[in-house]
């Protein structure tokens, strides 16, 4: 083990697939603009719907106003509820799968998660089944930030942070994994390993380079 001991994921689009796989799929159905939710979510990055809604500042049905006006606003109609039944991704066995070896080898493990209020986010499922194996995930942590408890949300470096100090890690002794580059930047800026995840593969054998172990080892 080198001298990283602290490995921090986000959740969704690292530990789950991302939703904006399926936000993708959803624009294609409805003959919507491709990325039109990234559009969307990068306008007004600070204070749109998505950023007071992550903070827990406005609930669902406002979220769902909101973010309706702000699609008009581009001339789209695409309701705030519709966007938020495709939040929860699929679980990646491997990533789980790596979440328990790194456990088994000692390292401390933290996940900084963008998300809404209980019942609307990451955790949100169809299915009580899903919602019990998030929850099982979630559990392998040993400190979870999650914005909707907070009040502070990526890319703020406040955040980062915070799981620092609950992890008892120097950002120097971390790996963080985040697939937004907006997030995951403030987190090498602070002095941390960070990975852009692109894909499952990818980021598991980045992760064994920034760790120092041998190509497969997740």
């Known amino acids: 083990m080198n001298d990283r001991s602290t490995v921090i ?61 702000e699609a008009r606003a581009l001339g789209h109609d695409l309701p705030g509820r519709d966007v938020l039944a495709l939040l929860s991704g699929e679980i990646r066995p491997r990533m789980v799968a790596a979440l328990d070896r790194l456990k088994t080898d000692g390292y401390r493990l933290g996940c900084i998660t ?5 019942g609307h986010g990451a955790r949100m499922s169809a299915t009580a089944g899903k919602a019990s194996a998030i929850a099982d995930v979630m559990a392998r942590f040993d400190h979870v930030v999650e914005s909707s408890r907070i009040g502070i949300r990526k890319p703020d470096p406040r955040i980062y942070a ?57």
């Open 114 to 118: 963008n998300n809404v209020p209980s």
């Open 9 to 69: 994921f986000d959740f969704g689009g690292v530990i789950t697939s991302s939703p904006f796989e399926a936000f993708a799929g959803m624009e294609a159905r409805r003959g919507l603009p491709r990325d039109l939710v990234r559009r969307i979510n990068a306008t007004n990055p600070d204070c749109n719907a998505w950023a007071l809604f992550e903070r827990a500042e406005i609930d669902a049905a406002r979220f769902d106003t909101l973010f309706a006006e």
């Open 162 to 218: 915070m799981a620092c100090e609950a992890l008892d890690a120097h950002p120097a002794q971390c790996v963080y994994l985040d697939d937004l580059g907006i997030n995951y930047k403030p987190a090498a800026a602070l002095g941390m390993l960070a990975i852009k995840v692109t894909g499952e593969e990818q980021a598991l054998g980045a992760l064994a380079e920034a760790l120092g172990r041998e190509a497969g080892t997740f």
